[in-house]
T-cell receptor
Framework: NAGVTQTPKFRILKIGQSMTLQCTQD?????MYWYRQDPGMGLKLIYYSVGAGITDKGEVPNGYNVSRSTTEDFPLRLELAAPSQTSVYFC?????????FGPGTRLTVL | GENVEQHPSTLSVQEGDSAVIKCTYS??????FPWYKQELGKRPQLIIDIRSNVGEKKDQRIAVTLNKTAKHFSLHITETQPEDSAVYFC????????????FGTGTRLKVLA
């Protein structure tokens, strides 16, 4: 039982490049979330999903896209990376209230 | 929009003393208030939570209190230990049924041995 896994752990992008952050869960949770955490700051919700095929924007969705084709997977797509997207990205899942976080992806855009 | 304010941003206490972290939320519809602990370089992990129909909840050295009227909730850690050193985040649920949360900006707690 791996819980919530994220790949890659680290990535350096050049401005304008694109990439997909992967998130997979084996907990059979309906709710999945993507957060970003800037240095010394709290967690900001980017996108979330209440089940396969259903996604919605959070507080800071600009510059990102998501899809949810299965219960297990919730990839986050960055198009045209910008330095402002340098952050640590956490995926999380929940059944209702308690959220379970993945280990995070540290992304640097230069 | 909805907002959660958290204070203080940093807190240093002597080992064995108590630590208190306070949060204020803006959305009167919020009904679930979790606290997460994040050690350096690690993921946030839930340490305690409280629902709006309860005023206080305790789990060993950790307690949370909620004042719905004032829209305040607080984390209390007693008999602090060096392993309590971490960043603590409060959060408040957004519109009922969405299971979305607004997080506070975090408190860096340092327990001095």
């Amino acid at each position: 039982n791996a819980g919530v896994t994220q790949t890659p752990k680290f990535r350096i992008l050049k401005i304008g490049q694109s990439m997909t952050l992967q998130c997979t869960q084996d907990m059979n949770h309906n709710y999945m979330y993507w957060y970003r955490q800037d240095p010394g700051m709290g967690l900001k919700l980017i996108y979330y999903s209440v089940g396969a095929g259903i996604t919605d924007k959070g507080e800071v969705p600009n510059g990102y896209n998501v899809s949810r084709s299965t219960t297990e997977d919730f990839p986050l797509r960055l198009e045209l990376a910008a330095p402002s997207q340098t952050s640590v990205y956490f995926c999380a899942t929940s059944t209702r209230d308690e959220q379970f976080f993945g280990p995070g992806t540290r992304l640097t855009v230069l | 929009g909805e907002n959660v304010e958290q204070h203080p941003s940093t807190l240093s206490v002597q080992e064995g003393d108590s630590a208190v972290i306070k949060c204020t939320y803006s959305d009167s519809a919020s009904n679930y208030f979790p606290w997460y602990k994040q050690e350096l370089g690690k993921r946030p992990q839930l340490i305690i939570d409280i629902r709006s129909n309860v005023g206080e909840k305790k789990d060993q050295r950790i307690a949370v209190t909620l004042n719905k009227t004032a829209k305040h909730f607080s984390l209390h850690i007693t008999e602090t230990q060096p392993e309590d050193s971490a960043v603590y985040f409060c959060a408040a649920s957004m519109a009922s049924g969405t299971y979305k949360y607004i997080f506070g900006t975090g408190t860096r707690l340092k327990v001095l041995a």
